[in-house]
């Protein structure tokens, strides 16, 4: 099967009210774009558990379960680019009722193939001449393998501190893609500016992914099952599921995720407390969200408290979290003079870790506070944050008793947050000046 034999597949549903879109809805959306496909073997590409509130777990059980019953054989490898694999226990919560044992592990410093080259001359056009090198597109191995007959990317489209608005080519080129094409793009993101894409579409790093899905995998049958959700308590609202083939369902599941998930605040926030849930959160490396989706609307001289009871490790491999102790999260001046210096080619050969330190820091214009357990504060404040007993900070700042949004705490207001995954803050007066 080509790309060719499933175009023009879309199905759109947009729910009518916040509580999202049902159970029997989405059912119905993905086994009907599924209807009509002969279709032997079928490859899976949903997130990870970093991204468990993209309800993409929920898509992936209908599609797995639908498919096999049809005699499909199906495999399943999460996008997890840089993550760590999903362990058992976060499997059996996002993927309830699909055997662990049916995860491919994604290697993203190995298991790539190179398929083509972003040419420098686009690149510089693209980024005013900030970046000036071609970006080399891979992919894992199993995405250009002809056996599959479809490949089906399930995911969440949310602001993204490096491409502006997360998945569809995202998926492919980051959660699937290799180490030339995730340590440039989110170099060239760093270089660029977070703020200047954060919640927009047609960003530089966006126009990277989206050369490199026209001019290299154009010909493979690729079906994006894209979705736009909030979580501001446990449950799970799907207020959006774009189901197609092309890039109109992901500019679709941008304009309603830009009225869902970024929130205007109508002053700067002087001190903004945001909880981590320990089962996903577990290093900085995803952690620091709370400093990318906040930092818009904090004021000048503010204060971000980040309560992380899950801490446990700065990166995501021992690589990133060596490269993290090494040179810390001083601000982009700093990391970029670093970067610079002939003798850290350990920094230039990482660049998503250098541009990871860009990402985290403030610049010196607001606090960043890490509430941890207490035998890892010195480990924060060695990276250059601040640091809290967790205990304590909980004790005060109880996420099970504050509500989201503004709340009074001893006689002060903060402005508390229990996932930063998904949404973007953004000051309403720094946004319109």
């Given amino acids: 099967m080509t790309a ?93 009722g699909i055997p662990y044992e049916k995860m491919i592990v994604h290697d993203w410093r190995n298991d790539v193939e190179k398929i083509g080259e972003i040419p420098a001359e686009y690149i510089s056009e693209i980024t005013d001449g900030l970046w000036n090198e071609p970006v080399m597109a891979e992919v894992n191995r199993r995405i250009m393998d002809d056996s599959y007959d479809l490949i089906i990317s399930p995911g969440q489209v949310v602001p993204h501190e490096v491409i502006g608005m997360s998945n569809h080519s995202k998926n492919i080129f980051v959660g699937a893609g290799g180490s030339d094409m995730i340590n440039k793009s989110h170099m060239i993101g760093a270089v660029y500016g977070m703020e200047r894409m954060m919640g927009r579409d047609n960003t530089p790093v ?51 995720a830009q009225k869902m998930n970024i929130y205007f605040i109508q002053e700067p926030v002087s001190k903004c407390v945001v909880y981590l849930d320990p089962m996903e959160f577990k290093s900085t490396w995803l952690g620091n969200k709370a400093v990318y989706r906040t930092r818009m609307m904090i ?24 490269l993290i102790v090494k040179y810390g999260y001083k601000g982009r001046d700093k990391v970029l003079e670093e970067f610079g210096k002939p003798e850290n080619s350990d920094l ?40 809290a007993d967790i205990d304590e900070m909980i004790r005060k700042y109880d996420p099970a008793v504050l509500d989201y949004g503004f709340n009074d705490v001893d006689g002060e207001t903060i402005f508390f947050i229990p996932n930063p995954a998904l949404g973007l803050w953004i000051d309403k007066t720094r946004f319109e000046s």
């Fill in 299 to 322: 004021a000048d001289g503010g204060e971000l408290i980040v309560l992380a009871p899950g801490f446990e490790r700065f990166g995501e491999d021992r690589e990133t979290d060596k």
């Fill in 4 to 96: 060719e034999d499933i175009r023009g597949r879309k199905i759109y549903k947009v729910a009518e009210h916040y509580e999202g879109l049902s159970t029997g809805e989405i059912m119905d959306a993905v086994c009907g774009s599924l209807e009509g496909l002969d279709l032997k073997r079928v490859l899976i590409l949903p997130p990870d558990f970093t991204r468990y509130h993209s309800n993409a777990g929920q898509i992936t059980f209908i599609c797995y379960h639908t498919l096999t019953e049809r005699g499909v054989d199906v495999d399943i490898m999460p996008a997890l680019g840089t993550h760590v694999p999903v362990t058992r226990e976060q499997w059996e919560l996002m993927f309830a």
């Fill in 348 to 387: 230039r050969e990482n660049m998503s870790s250098a541009a990871h330190l860009i990402h985290g820091s403030s610049d010196g214009r607001f606090s960043i506070t890490y509430a941890v357990k207490d035998i890892y504060r010195a480990e924060i404040e060695g990276v250059g944050y601040e640091s």
């Fill in 206 to 256: 966006r126009k990277i992914f989206d050369y490199a899905l026209e001019h290299f995998l154009s010909d493979k049958p690729i079906l994006w099952m894209l979705t736009v959700t909030s979580a501001e308590n446990i449950d799970i609202h799907t207020h959006g599921l774009f189901i197609g083939t092309d890039r109109e369902c992901f500019k679709e599941a941008v304009a309603l």
